[in-house]
């Protein structure tokens, strides 16, 4: 009798230092909001937000609309990240991603005061209040965190954390731009309306500190750099080979075109105008060959009197394919009959080995560096 009472009043203590230990949650001290924007500079936000983001991230910031877009809207996003791990992938982008860069630095369509406006109306929109968090880093063990990390997180972030359908964890760029207590602070808290799961209740603190080690562990030390930006091209330059007979495709679900057939029309020299339908920050990196800057945000009654109704046009982005339909899909109503999509996007195009126009300098440092 003794014995087992004994036992049980052991196992009791047990439990509860257990869960006051390992399985509580951090306290964390709320830090005072950001500033407050002036209704013009949130109504200048909003309309930009309508006009870049919406595509993938989705009307209402919900997320998940194209390329799996995480959402805009969590409040652990906003209550960790503000401003940094907001601004720093809306203003450069995480490389090799379809999140591109959206700050003119890096080639692409927004000043500096709209990425920090449009990331404080972020903030206000979620109704986020910001929590303060250490800038030490998070120490714990990377090879138990890599077991943590298989069992719990691979299966949607890729066993290389390359993402799957959920972000690239071992992306270069996500990592500079990411401190270790907002990884933690995400693992911990996982992202309200989002397949992301708060980890407070299955891992042990430790554990949660581990995995975070192994995620900082893949950091190869990679900085955004300023690139040097090339001149964008003039109308005359869109046709290309323009004496050349048309390439003949034939497209699947009326709409695609293969990587395959791309290529063998490009070596054949076929006349045609190849349209970069992404951000011109990546177009800036590395495009195929004579491709031209047409972003899926142009305004189109303002560029279609540069593209000439009788020659092929082929679109490409990363996405694969969300922002070249949306501009191809556009081109058709306004009659550009002989339009089309490459099936893969750019990304596929590259895996199969075919050759894109990179920026010098910067850009083969980071592709170095990312593999
Ligand atoms: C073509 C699709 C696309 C467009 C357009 C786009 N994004 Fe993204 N965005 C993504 C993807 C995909 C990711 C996740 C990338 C990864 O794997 O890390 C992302 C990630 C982000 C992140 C990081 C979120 C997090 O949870 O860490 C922020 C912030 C962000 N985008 C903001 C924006 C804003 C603001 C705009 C508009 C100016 C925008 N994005 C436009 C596809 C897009
Ligand atoms: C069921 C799929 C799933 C699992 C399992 C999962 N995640 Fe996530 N995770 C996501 C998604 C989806 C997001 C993006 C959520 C959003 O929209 O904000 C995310 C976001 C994150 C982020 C933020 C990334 C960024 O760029 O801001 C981190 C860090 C993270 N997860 C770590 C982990 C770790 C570590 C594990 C395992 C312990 C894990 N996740 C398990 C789906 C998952």
């Not at 230990?21 to 937000?49: C, H, M, W």
């Not at 298989?150 to 760029?173: D, I, M």
């Not at 080690?213 to 290309?240: C, H, M």
């Not at 050759?355 to 010098?360: F, I, M, Q, S």
């Amino acid at each position: 009798m003794i014995n087992v009472f004994n036992k049980s009043v052991f196992s009791v203590v047990c439990y509860a230092v257990f869960f006051s230990t390992a399985f509580a949650e951090r306290v964390y001290e709320k830090q005072g909001p950001p500033r407050e924007l002036t209704t013009e500079q949130a109504d200048i936000a909003s309309g930009n937000y309508q006009k870049y983001c919406s595509l993938c991230h989705g009307e209402n910031r919900e997320g998940y609309k194209n390329d799996h877009a995480p959402s805009l809207k969590s409040k652990q996003l906003f209550e960790a990240g503000i401003p940094h791990s907001v601004l720093r992938p809306l203003s450069y982008g995480r490389q090799g991603t379809a999140m591109a860069g959206y700050l003119e630095d890096v080639g692409g369509p927004m000043t500096l005061d709209e990425v920090w406006d449009l990331t404080y109306w972020l903030f206000w929109e979620s109704g986020a209040e910001r929590v303060k968090l250490s800038e030490n880093p998070v120490l714990g063990d990377a090879v138990r965190g890599e077991v943590v990390y298989q069992e719990n997180c691979a299966t949607c972030h890729g066993v290389n954390g390359e993402g799957v359908n959920a972000p690239a964890l071992g992306n270069q760029s996500a990592l500079a731009h990411n401190k270790d207590e907002f990884i933690r602070y995400t693992i911990e808290k996982g992202r309200e309306g989002t397949p992301m799961a708060a980890f407070a209740g299955t891992l042990s603190e430790a554990d949660i500190d581990n995995v975070t080690a192994f995620i900082r562990s893949k950091a190869s030390g990679w900085k955004a750099e300023k690139p040097v930006l090339n001149d964008l091209p003039t109308p005359d330059q869109y046709v290309l080979n323009p004496d050349n007979a048309d390439p003949e495709f034939e497209l699947s679900e009326g709409m695609y075109v293969s990587s395959v057939d791309l290529f063998k029309a490009v070596q054949d020299k076929r006349k045609m105008i190849l349209l970069d339908t992404r951000v011109p920050s990546v177009w800036q990196r590395a495009h195929i060959e004579g491709a031209i800057p047409f972003p899926y945000y142009t305004d189109l009654d303002d560029k279609v009197k540069d593209l000439p109704k009788d020659v092929q046009i082929v679109g490409y982005c990363s996405c694969p394919r969300a922002a070249t339909e949306h501009i191809v899909n556009q081109l058709r109503g306004m009659g550009y009959d002989k339009t089309a999509v490459l099936y893969e996007g750019v990304f596929g195009w590259m895996n199969l080995g075919y050759p894109v126009v990179r920026a010098e300098g910067i850009v083969d440092k980071i592709t170095e560096v990312q593999h």
